[in-house]
């Protein structure tokens, strides 16, 4: 029996990176996972691959609609949700001053859109059950700054002051709201956004107390913790998984 037997558990971007490996590692406590993703495919890979009993779904975030359909399907399957965790996110990096308003406004509609939508759609379900655990996950781009991320961090700051006023407004109903920041992590779209260059990548290891990138377990640790019932009495909180790199 896991720590999560039984629990449903939604996961956005989860069709790879850091949210396949929280699907991964939740699974592997008990739960019964949701994996979603703009990606049809990845999503059902995980879904197929990942133990017990999970469904894949594609959904598209920033569509209030898509997110809607997902709690629908999630209800008419499992019956209820104990678990959100927003972790679909995208990122473009380059200098501010260059960057497109068409990126800004993609940023913004997948990292911070997305988990309103998530929100406002799975949170009614929780207030109606009494309980719930929410993760947001943050990045440590939102505390500290990453330079090239400008749009990306405003998102990511956005996140955890959007997680501790939620936290307030969700403790009467016993629902905890929780924020996990990455550091870097060695990620697919780590690799997409250019930065998996060997000379970044030593640059990075070397900052890095820990001596080396994030792995999605990493994350996906820090997550089964905080939405386990050992966690009952933490929300509000920023927690960052970055080996040292920043420390607040």
């Known amino acids: 029996m896991g720590m999560l037997n039984e629990k449903v558990v939604i996961v956005t971007g989860a069709g790879r990176g850091i949210g396949r490996g929280i699907v991964e590692k939740l699974a592997a406590l008990g739960a019964r996972a949701v994996v979603s993703d703009i990606d049809e495919g990845s999503a059902r ?7 017990g009993e999970a469904l894949g779904l594609r959904v598209d975030v920033t569509s ?3 997110v809607e359909a997902m709690v629908k399907a999630t209800m008419d399957h499992f019956g209820r949700v104990d678990v959100l965790v927003n972790n679909a996110g995208w990122d473009k990096v380059g200098p501010f001053l260059k960057s497109d308003e068409s990126d800004w406004e993609r940023v913004i509609a997948i990292n911070l859109y997305g ?6 759609a799975v949170l009614p379900v929780m207030v109606s059950q009494g309980s719930g655990k929410v993760v947001n996950i943050g990045s440590d781009a939102g505390r500290v700054g990453s330079s090239g991320e400008a749009v990306y961090s405003a998102t990511k700051g956005g996140v955890i002051a959007f997680t501790k006023t939620l936290a307030r407004e969700m403790a009467r109903y016993k629902i905890n709201v929780n924020c996990v920041c990455p550091g870097p992590a060695d990620t697919p779209l780590f690799a997409e956004l250019g930065q998996d260059q060997p000379t970044l990548r030593e640059a990075l290891e070397k900052a890095i107390p820990w001596r080396r990138l994030a792995r999605p377990e990493d994350i996906a640790n820090a997550v089964a913790f905080l939405v386990s019932d050992e966690a009952e009495y933490i929300t509000g909180q920023t927690l960052s998984v970055s080996g040292g790199l920043t420390m607040s």
């Open 45 to 51: 890979e995980t879904a197929r691959t990942t133990g």
């Open 64 to 66: 209030k609609e898509s």
């Open 115 to 120: 988990m309103f939508h998530c929100c406002k």
